[in-house]
């Protein structure tokens, strides 16, 4: 079955970095674009990051543009997304997240929470 397992989240201070991970299961990997999403408290889950298969293209949700980069390595099933310049509006659940044969599926979602 498709599985989703991050890691990475945790408490950082304003204007630091985190990087997330996401080891993927259960489907061919390589051949599906991943996305990242996040959700704050009291509000809804959006969208993050998008990067293609061979990560030829990578889209950014405005908020994060010039601060988060998502990249992949194929050979490890991983997609990561780098965090810099993190700021208290991103506290948030962070997930992972994988459109396979007209499913969706999502990780756990790991806390990344931004507090000085």
């Known amino acids: 079955q498709v599985q989703l397992v991050e890691s990475g989240g945790g408490l950082v201070q304003p204007g630091g970095s985190l990087r997330l991970s996401c080891l993927a299961s259960g489907f061919p990997f390589s051949t599906y674009a991943m996305n990242w999403y996040r959700q704050a408290p009291g509000k809804e889950r959006e969208s993050v990051a998008r990067?293609?298969?061979?990560?030829?293209?990578?889209n950014y949700a405005d908020s994060v543009k010039g601060r988060f980069i998502i990249s992949r390595d194929n050979a490890k099933n991983t997609v990561y997304l780098q965090m810099n310049s993190l700021q208290p509006e991103d506290t948030a659940v962070y997930y992972c997240?994988?459109?396979?044969?007209?499913?969706?599926?999502w990780g756990q979602g790991p806390q990344v929470t931004v507090s000085a």
């Open positions: 990067i293609s298969i061979f990560s030829s293209t990578k």
């Open positions: 997240r994988v459109d396979y044969q007209s499913r969706t599926y």
